[in-house]
């Protein structure tokens, strides 16, 4: 007999045991030393194998019916592989080999005060001496076993896995000898998940490779659903800093696979349980906890497997692997694009971001019709509005007929990275339906060229980013892209527009809700964008706008019709601060602030701010804090900002900073009043300067007036990167921070820091 020991509880072995007990139950030896739950269980070692080879005299049987195999003889092969495993399988077990088999099962037996408990036996291969070769996948798994006359039939069949067709032909065609591969056989307590659920984790986002979260996918049953892609599953996000829950999606969960006589099968799942998450929160915050021990532990990204005991009531963890980021972004990343070939110009009108696309050109009226768009297509219509966010999203580019460089076409697609010409003023009836274009927005005129031409996108990798005294923050809106652009040099960011996240996800007028009854997920929507996106970047300020709907924009919301009414002029209308106290839309507003609350003390994001928009008078923001106040937004622990967009804001900048804690410079809204000039007027682009004199001389008398106060201005708007001169503007009139949209980032802080050091 060997004075290797057969049998080892999991709890005693870990990485450095690979040799002999393979990797995975050394994997799962080295989560239990972790104070990670592992079911409960022990494994055979390698030594245990080759024991039982040897004490059974099969060796020289198993070398003598794979002499002379030829692998492509399929009639031959499938017949010594039979024989091969007949002589393991029907060998008998040692009877020392048996007995510590047996004891160790028995003593699980006791561990779970249980006679006979249902195990799952797992093939644990080892080839420590074959680095370059992967067994993975090769070996048997055997599934509720009960009693020790199965168990140690499992062991055997385990054992005899090593000589399936597959695994022969492997080795003979790698040139290993047979018997270079050793097996132990990981034995746990069968998972009760189908009485319960199981599913994946991963230590970072696995689309955009953003690192501070935990990913959580949950189903019913047994996990072999979700990782074949049969069942749409729940998905759960989880900030790492704080343990908090920052997005719950609830998945069909349709089926689950369920133990049945001995064998699993597939059965639905009713209907009551498919609407519940399969995980209680606390379950979804241990599993993150469990998470970031095993990446500390192993100092890189992991993907876990997991399940909920439903017999036992416990998480348990599984099984562990490293994880490859995928799609992780690029940090640093500037790209510039030209075309190297013409084309047949067809329009042209305002560019808006600096980039080429191509695609097929798809016109609609109005929203109703987005059923009729695809991915890829060239939006083409007279103008946009917040509804249309969903479609703008999926476009190649966009081009309208109205609109000036701040519409909301152009805002919006500035944020998305969508290039799109605006103001073209005869789109719709130039452009025809499916036709391919090109949109050219690399130059201040934007150009749409018939045909798809062909074009050039070149990349530099910024590996110097200059360091700035002025703040260079973003403006977003979109929860979606905030991981991926989590790795930009920036700030944080300051603007996010609770708009967007409305259209994008909710895309139901508030009120309307309240009156269904759903309130609460209207709530849920916005604390999940806006957790999503004060996640990303912190600890960094994030600011979140309050809604700043006009009375148009919100009627195009579903049961918008119902609660708004027509106004002449719905940018000088009922918007901003004036809703919130207004008795026709404060109970609409208790919403926003309680999503609010929830992100920044049940997720504990403590690095957002809030801003209170198109504030006209001292007496209307008093109004707006104390509401806020009263719906758990207190000023004691939570910065509050106004938009300096209005005229007043800047003449009783005194007041106002006697009120908020800082400002944020509308440069859009204000340069509209202040020249009164419609920012919406394609004819009246040419007189809308935000280098104006007046504009020019505002911005300095509200900075030297807030810094007084020791309040913080910032500037959100579109004007920095795309105005000559403005940049120097800004900064000699000594703005704490500059906010623009993702595309423009990294121009902007070369360009903030070339200023500085001309200015200095």
């Given at each position: 007999?060997?004075?290797?020991?057969?049998?080892?509880?999991?709890?005693?072995?870990?990485g450095?045991?690979?040799?002999s007990?393979?990797g995975?139950?050394?994997?799962?030896?080295?989560?239990?030393?972790?104070?990670?739950?592992v079911?409960?269980?022990?494994?055979?070692t390698?030594?245990?194998?080759?024991?039982?080879?040897?004490?059974?005299?099969?060796?020289?049987?198993?070398?003598?019916?794979?002499?002379?195999l030829?692998?492509?003889?399929?009639s031959?092969?499938?017949?010594?592989?039979?024989?091969?495993?007949r002589?393991?399988r029907?060998?008998?077990?040692?009877?020392?080999?048996?007995?510590?088999i047996?004891?160790?099962?028995?003593?699980?037996?006791?561990?779970?005060?249980?006679?006979?408990?249902?195990?799952?036996?797992?093939?644990?291969?080892?080839?420590?001496?074959?680095?370059?070769?992967?067994?993975?996948?090769?070996?048997?798994?055997?599934?509720?076993?009960?009693?020790?006359?199965?168990?140690?039939?499992a062991?055997?069949?385990?054992?005899?896995?090593?000589f399936?067709?597959?695994?022969?032909?492997?080795?003979?065609?790698?040139?290993f000898?047979?018997?270079?591969?050793r097996?132990?056989?990981?034995?746990?307590?069968?998972?009760?998940?189908?009485?319960?659920?199981?599913?994946?984790?991963?230590?970072?986002?696995?689309?955009?490779?953003?690192?501070?979260v935990?990913?959580?996918?949950?189903?019913?049953?047994?996990?072999?659903?979700?990782?074949?892609?049969?069942?749409?599953?729940?998905?759960y996000?989880?900030?790492?800093?704080?343990?908090?829950?920052?997005e719950?999606?609830?998945?069909g969960?349709?089926?689950?696979?369920v133990?049945?006589?001995?064998?699993?099968?597939?059965?639905?799942?009713?209907?009551?349980?498919?609407?519940?998450?399969?995980?209680?929160?606390?379950?979804?915050?241990?599993?993150?906890a469990?998470?970031?021990?095993i990446?500390?532990?192993?100092?890189?990204?992991m993907d876990?497997?997991?399940?909920l005991?439903?017999d036992?009531?416990q998480?348990f963890?599984?099984?562990?692997?490293p994880?490859?980021?995928?799609?992780?972004?690029?940090?640093?990343?500037?790209?510039?694009?030209?075309l190297?070939?013409?084309?047949?110009?067809?329009?042209?009108?305002?560019?808006?971001g600096?980039?080429i696309?191509t695609?097929?050109?798809?016109?609609?009226?109005?929203?109703?019709?987005?059923?009729?768009?695809?991915?890829?297509?060239?939006?083409?219509?007279?103008?946009?509005?917040?509804?249309?966010?969903?479609?703008?999203?999926?476009?190649?580019?966009?081009?309208?007929?109205?609109?000036g460089?701040?519409?909301?076409?152009?805002?919006?697609?500035?944020?998305?990275?969508v290039?799109?010409?605006?103001g073209t003023?005869r789109?719709t009836?130039?452009l025809?339906?499916g036709d391919?274009?090109?949109?050219?927005?690399?130059?201040?005129?934007?150009?749409?060229?018939d045909g798809?031409?062909?074009?050039?996108?070149?990349?530099?990798?910024?590996?110097?980013?200059?360091?700035?005294?002025?703040?260079?923050?973003?403006?977003?809106?979109?929860?979606?892209r905030?991981?991926?652009?989590?790795?930009?040099?920036?700030?944080?960011?300051?603007?996010?527009?609770?708009?967007?996240?409305?259209?994008?996800h909710?895309?139901?007028?508030?009120?309307?809700?309240?009156?269904?009854?759903?309130?609460?997920?209207?709530?849920?929507?916005?604390?999940?964008?806006?957790?999503?996106?004060?996640?990303?970047?912190?600890?960094?300020?994030?600011v979140?706008?309050?809604?700043?709907?006009?009375?148009?924009?919100?009627?195009?919301?579903?049961?918008?019709?119902?609660?708004?009414?027509?106004?002449?002029?719905?940018?000088l209308?009922?918007?901003?601060?004036?809703?919130y106290?207004?008795?026709?839309?404060?109970?609409?507003?208790?919403?926003?602030?309680?999503?609010?609350r929830?992100?920044?003390?049940?997720?504990?994001?403590?690095?957002?701010?809030?801003?209170?928009?198109?504030?006209?008078?001292?007496?209307?923001g008093?109004?707006?804090?104390?509401?806020?106040?009263?719906?758990?937004?207190?000023?004691?622990?939570?910065?509050?900002?106004?938009?300096a967009?209005?005229?007043?804001?800047?003449?009783?900048?005194?007041?106002f900073?006697?009120?908020?804690?800082?400002?944020?410079?509308?440069?859009?809204?204000?340069?509209?009043?202040?020249?009164?000039?419609?920012?919406?007027?394609?004819?009246?682009?040419?007189?809308?300067?935000?280098?104006?004199?007046?504009?020019?001389?505002?911005?300095?008398?509200?900075?030297?007036?807030?810094?007084?106060?020791?309040?913080?201005?910032?500037?959100?708007?579109?004007?920095?990167?795309?105005v000559?001169?403005f940049?120097?503007?800004?900064?000699?009139?000594?703005?704490?921070?500059?906010?623009?949209?993702?595309?423009?980032?990294?121009?902007?802080?070369?360009?903030?820091?070339?200023a500085?050091?001309r200015?200095?």
């Amino acid at each position: 007999m060997t004075s290797q020991p057969f049998v080892r509880s999991l709890e005693d072995v870990g990485g450095d045991d690979v040799g002999s007990v393979g990797g995975k139950a050394a994997n799962l030896g080295e989560l239990a030393g972790l104070d990670v739950p592992v079911l409960p269980g022990f494994t055979t070692t390698a030594a245990a194998y080759e024991y039982y080879v040897d004490e059974t005299g099969i060796r020289s049987d198993i070398e003598s019916a794979l002499d002379g195999l030829d692998v492509d003889d399929v009639s031959d092969l499938q017949s010594r592989g039979e024989r091969v495993r007949r002589l393991i399988r029907e060998a008998t077990m040692p009877p020392d080999l048996e007995t510590q088999i047996v004891e160790q099962y028995e003593a699980v037996a006791r561990e779970l005060d249980t006679r006979d408990p249902a195990v799952a036996v797992r093939s644990s291969a080892t080839a420590e001496d074959l680095p370059t070769a992967s067994f993975a996948g090769q070996q048997d798994t055997f599934l509720d076993v009960t009693g020790r006359e199965e168990l140690l039939d499992a062991v055997k069949g385990c054992y005899a896995s090593l000589f399936t067709d597959r695994a022969i032909v492997y080795r003979e065609n790698k040139g290993f000898d047979h018997f270079d591969v050793r097996l132990a056989c990981v034995v746990q307590k069968m998972g009760q998940a189908d009485l319960g659920s199981s599913g994946v984790l991963f230590t970072l986002d696995p689309d955009s490779g953003f690192e501070n979260v935990v990913v959580v996918e949950a189903a019913y049953g047994f996990g072999e659903l979700i990782v074949q892609g049969e069942v749409d599953p729940d998905r759960y996000v989880v900030f790492k800093p704080t343990n908090g829950i920052l997005e719950k999606r609830l998945g069909g969960k349709a089926q689950r696979m369920v133990r049945q006589n001995g064998d699993t099968v597939v059965e639905d799942v009713p209907e009551p349980e498919r609407n519940q998450y399969a995980l209680s929160d606390d379950e979804i915050r241990t599993l993150a906890a469990y998470a970031e021990r095993i990446e500390d532990h192993f100092d890189r990204p992991m993907d876990v497997e997991w399940l909920l005991d439903g017999d036992l009531g416990q998480l348990f963890v599984v099984q562990a692997r490293p994880e490859t980021v995928h799609g992780a972004a690029e940090a640093n990343v500037i790209r510039s694009y030209r075309l190297l070939e013409e084309g047949e110009t067809l329009l042209d009108g305002v560019a808006i971001g600096s980039a080429i696309a191509t695609g097929r050109v798809r016109l609609l009226d109005d929203v109703s019709q987005m059923d009729r768009f695809q991915a890829g297509d060239v939006l083409v219509t007279e103008m946009t509005a917040p509804d249309w966010v969903p479609i703008m999203k999926k476009a190649s580019a966009i081009v309208t007929e109205r609109g000036g460089k701040t519409s909301h076409a152009a805002i919006v697609s500035r944020e998305l990275g969508v290039p799109a010409v605006v103001g073209t003023q005869r789109a719709t009836k130039v452009l025809r339906d499916g036709d391919a274009v090109t949109v050219d927005c690399t130059s201040e005129t934007g150009y749409v060229y018939d045909g798809e031409l062909e074009f050039e996108t070149r990349e530099e990798t910024l590996t110097d980013v200059p360091e700035t005294e002025t703040d260079v923050m973003l403006i977003l809106g979109d929860p979606s892209r905030a991981f991926s652009l989590a790795s930009l040099p920036v700030d944080g960011v300051g603007l996010v527009r609770e708009e967007f996240i409305i259209t994008s996800h909710v895309g139901t007028h508030p009120l309307a809700m309240l009156e269904r009854g759903e309130g609460e997920q209207y709530i849920t929507a916005l604390q999940t964008g806006i957790a999503k996106i004060a996640a990303a970047f912190y600890p960094d300020r994030v600011v979140v706008r309050l809604s700043d709907f006009k009375t148009d924009e919100y009627q195009r919301l579903e049961g918008g019709w119902k609660y708004e009414f027509d106004e002449a002029n719905p940018m000088l209308g009922w918007r901003g601060a004036s809703r919130y106290y207004d008795e026709d839309f404060r109970k609409a507003f208790r919403l926003e602030c309680e999503a609010l609350r929830r992100v920044r003390e049940e997720v504990g994001l403590d690095n957002v701010t809030v801003m209170v928009p198109f504030c006209r008078t001292p007496e209307e923001g008093q109004r707006v804090l104390d509401m806020m106040d009263g719906h758990g937004l207190s000023q004691t622990d939570l910065d509050v900002f106004v938009m300096a967009e209005v005229p007043s804001n800047v003449v009783l900048a005194d007041r106002f900073s006697e009120l908020f804690d800082g400002f944020s410079i509308g440069s859009n809204d204000l340069t509209q009043l202040l020249l009164g000039v419609d920012r919406n007027s394609e004819k009246l682009a040419s007189l809308f300067d935000e280098r104006d004199e007046a504009v020019a001389r505002s911005i300095e008398s509200l900075v030297k007036e807030a810094h007084e106060h020791d309040r913080p201005v910032g500037i959100c708007g579109d004007a920095p990167s795309t105005v000559p001169g403005f940049v120097d503007l800004l900064l000699e009139a000594d703005v704490d921070s500059i906010s623009v949209t993702p595309d423009v980032a990294l121009e902007t802080i070369q360009k903030v820091s070339e200023a500085e050091n001309r200015l200095s």
